[in-house]
């Protein structure tokens, strides 16, 4: 029997209760599509950097590298200054095992009430690439005088050939496998004069490889300004770190919030990792009152991953049967808790299969 050996970071907050119920959902899939799963549980996050002051280890890095993908939950703690969990456990571990590429769906879901009227999920269903190792995210920067008055920070937007070049042709590769082949470029080539002359110019050569992929340009404030008035001119859409970071989380907005935004990290020959994007929402944690969702979907994107195609197409069926059925899909405004949530999903993927409709 096929078995697949998944390492689970829950990390802070929220992110132990979500992941949990993803675990419960792969579990499900895997007595129903015949595969097993061996998990390999990690305690990286804030509470152990409070109590020892270790936040990604070689030895963390040791048994990631033997498992076969990576389920994220959420990190970020109250009590520890930004940037030192970030930095150094998520943007690390996208270095580390070389995920290179983001990729977070922007789909409205049947059933799902968006903010934008008269948009319904025919008209809303693009995927956006982000670049996940360098631009501004690389940490490359100085301080000159720091403190003083004539204090200067400067952060440095780190674009090489290569990692654009190997991102851009991901998105091209993505584009050719949806139903309309169409791929926007999305960045700010009008005041970013370096970053972004590299990007145009390796965007149109590598055009040249996928001629049955159209293609257009976007600045970014102009792509914002489309996903809200015009979200179906979109297929496909490959940006650097940053305004990735930023549209796609306009995106999750237009699709119904937080909850339901998953996002995954990849290396297409190596060890991927899936997270739901939302981050900690400590506000929420310990209360069973937080859509997982995201977090499950995140799953059915990692089973899809590892080949279980029937298992992963299974899962989404089943978020988008449960999350057209909510009230609503933010926290502690579903008509259900974080656990009724997911065993909803696990019926619902057991009534898909049960039809053979996968």
């Known amino acids: 029997m096929r078995t697949h050996r998944i390492a689970v970071i829950p990390g802070d907050g929220t992110g132990p209760e979500v992941t949990a119920e993803a675990t419960k959902v792969i579990d499900h899939a895997a007595t129903v599509f015949g595969f097993e799963v061996e998990y390999q549980r990690h305690d990286i996050g804030g509470v152990r950097y409070l109590q020892t002051k270790e936040t990604l280890t070689g030895s963390d890095l040791e048994l990631l590298r033997g498992t076969d993908a990576i389920l994220f939950g959420a ?20 270095r580390e095992l070389d995920q290179y590429v983001n990729v977070r769906p922007v789909r409205l879901l049947p059933g799902v009430r968006g903010p ?73 080539t009008n005041v970013l004069t370096y970053a972004w002359d590299l990007w145009d110019r390796v965007f149109s050569e590598v055009s040249g490889d996928y001629p049955d992929v159209e293609t257009d340009y976007a600045h970014v404030d102009a792509a914002c300004f489309w996903m809200v008035d015009d979200p179906g001119r979109f297929d496909v859409i490959v940006t650097d770190n940053m305004f990735g970071d930023i549209i796609t989380d306009l995106g999750a907005a237009l ?39 995201a977090a499950i979907g995140a799953a059915a994107m990692l089973l899809t991953t590892l080949g279980e195609d029937k298992a992963g197409a299974a899962i989404e069926g089943a978020v988008a049967s449960v999350a057209g059925a909510l009230p609503s899909l933010r926290a502690a405004e579903m008509g259900a808790s974080t656990s009724e949530v997911g065993d909803q999903v696990v019926e619902a993927v057991a009534n898909v299969a049960s039809v053979g409709t996968v």
């Open 255 to 293: 699709q119904g919030g937080l909850g339901i935004a998953a996002g995954a990290n990849i290396n297409p020959t190596g060890i991927s990792m899936f997270e739901p994007i939302g981050g900690t929402a400590p506000g929420f944690e310990g209360r069973g009152e937080i859509n997982p969702l």
């Open 116 to 188: 934008l009227a008269g948009v319904g999920p025919e008209s809303l269903d693009f995927v956006v690439v982000r670049e996940n190792s360098e631009g501004l995210y690389a940490g490359s920067g100085e301080f000159t005088a720091k403190g003083s008055p004539f204090e200067v920070a400067v952060q440095h937007s780190v674009n090489s050939r290569f990692a654009v070049e190997r991102c851009i042709r991901y998105a091209f590769e993505l584009a050719q496998r949806r139903n309309r082949p169409h791929l926007t470029l999305c960045g700010k």
């Open 75 to 94: 990190i970020g703690h109250p009590d520890i200054a930004p940037g030192i969990l970030e930095q150094e456990i998520l943007l690390r571990l996208r």
